[in-house]
């Protein structure tokens, strides 16, 4: 079994930043999300596949910043468009920069439910604004919701510092179960105004899940029948699943969709695109601005990478190795032996244990992971992990044997 890391660095900058920062770190990247005392706290840099923390320890990085690294890190030619950018134009106007339409035409050329987009920051910033559309179209207020959408005050889910009333129109159902939404239908149907829901299930901690035959088809054909806005939020599975989105995959299209992370490799950008006459409320009735939302350089970096993603037939080829390692670990996992479940074939790996009574399953996650990251692989004890162009055969072959070994060094303990 691998030996501790070692973690000095991490963890004298961590004890600086609780004086600095509430918390020490903002949310998810937070110690309790890893495992305590094995994981690394902050990272220094980072090169295609691999990531490598303020004590050197260099890591396969199978999270990928939470999604928004498709490509690899610090892939030049991006860099090279946004440096260019920033050297020869500038980026920060007090009027748009007139990259925004292409950006826009090359959405809508790829996307099948674009008929119009427009650009914001985060994935937050678009689900909340396609919520504020639907609303400001339907001229209704309440909101059926499935996933995790953001950290906004319509849904996030520690609901201290929120008025009650902020999210009391927003009604939740679970991926999968159709009979859930069909009776939030039956009894706010006629006061919703969006049905937002992500295309592929992925709630925290829990299997990845596929739509069941049907499943998007249903949930399209209630938001029809009631009038609501059907809203796919496609911020994890956009520019990941296919160029269209997972919704080109499925073969179902929204009214709207949202998209982020993986748009532009890594910089700061979300889209929300839909049909022209949804969207068009945004053009008087609906209020969308912000000092930061037109900026350049995540507008070219995200032309840049959709030209390499299309040019380079990345997602076919990142499909391909996520086939062939999950095919492989999802063989090690049933022959471990281990009670340890592996969900997100092709492109959304995960390895959860499944819950039970008693804690058992917690001590077998944190050993699990534990071994890994000694063995230099980063994936997340909560969380899918994401494949990544730059990761090498090699790459895969290693963290392979990496989770290999750590399910065998749970056999003592199972
Ligand atoms: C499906 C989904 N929607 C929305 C968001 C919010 O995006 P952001 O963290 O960029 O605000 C996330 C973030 O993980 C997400 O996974």
Redesign the pocket.
């Known amino acids: 079994m691998a030996g501790k890391l070692s973690l000095e660095k991490s963890e004298t900058l961590y004890e600086e930043a609780l004086d600095l920062i509430p918390g020490a770190i903002l949310g998810i990247r937070r110690p309790y999300n890893f495992v305590p005392g094995e994981y690394p706290i902050f990272f220094e840099s980072a090169q295609g596949g691999r990531v490598t923390d303020v004590d050197g320890n260099e890591y396969i990085d199978m999270l990928c910043a939470?999604?928004p690294i498709i490509i690899g890190h610090r892939e030049e030619e991006i860099d090279r468009v946004v440096i260019d950018q920033m050297t020869n134009k500038g980026f920060c106007f007090s009027l748009t920069q007139p990259m925004q339409n292409e950006l826009a035409r090359k959405m809508c050329a790829l996307i099948p439910s674009a008929e119009m987009c427009l650009f914001v920051k985060?994935?937050?910033?678009?689900?909340t604004t396609a919520v504020r559309i639907a609303r400001g179209y339907t001229g209704r207020m309440k909101v059926a919701r499935c996933?995790?959408?953001?950290?906004h005050d319509w849904c996030v889910e520690v609901k201290g510092g929120i008025p009650k009333k902020l999210y009391e129109d927003v009604h939740e159902f679970h991926y999968n179960e159709l009979d859930e939404l069909e009776d939030l239908m039956k009894q706010y149907g006629d006061d919703m105004a969006a049905v937002i829901v992500?295309p592929v299930g992925?709630p925290l901690a829990e299997k990845v899940q596929d739509p069941k035959p049907g499943f998007l088809e249903g949930v399209k054909a209630l938001a029809e029948k009631y009038g609501a806005v059907l809203v796919f939020?496609e911020?994890?599975s956009g520019f990941r699943f296919s160029l269209g989105g997972a919704q080109k995959v499925y073969g179902v299209t929204p009214d709207l969709s949202?998209f982020?992370?993986a748009m532009a490799n890594g910089y700061p950008i979300?889209a929300v695109v839909g049909k022209k006459e949804v969207m068009s409320v945004a053009a008087d009735r609906v209020f969308i601005s912000s000092t930061f939302f037109p900026n350049s350089l995540e507008q070219v970096a995200a032309l840049k990478t959709i030209e390499i993603l299309e040019r380079d037939r990345v997602l076919e080829k990142v499909r391909e190795k996520g086939e062939a390692f999950c095919q492989r670990v999802e063989a090690i996992v049933a022959e471990s032996g281990v009670a340890a479940e592996f969900s997100g074939a092709p492109l959304l790996p995960f390895i959860t244990f499944p819950k039970e009574k008693d804690s058992r399953y917690k001590t077998l996650r944190a050993e699990f992971y534990t071994q890994l990251i000694r063995q230099g692989v980063f994936l997340q004890p909560y969380h899918h992990g994401y494949i990544a162009y730059r990761h090498t055969d090699e790459d895969l072959d290693f963290a392979a044997g990496a989770i290999q070994e750590a399910l065998h060094g749970l056999k003592g303990l199972a």
């Open positions: 939470y999604g985060t994935g937050s910033d678009a689900t996933g995790y959408h953001g950290w992500t992925h939020d911020i994890r949202v982020g992370k979300s």
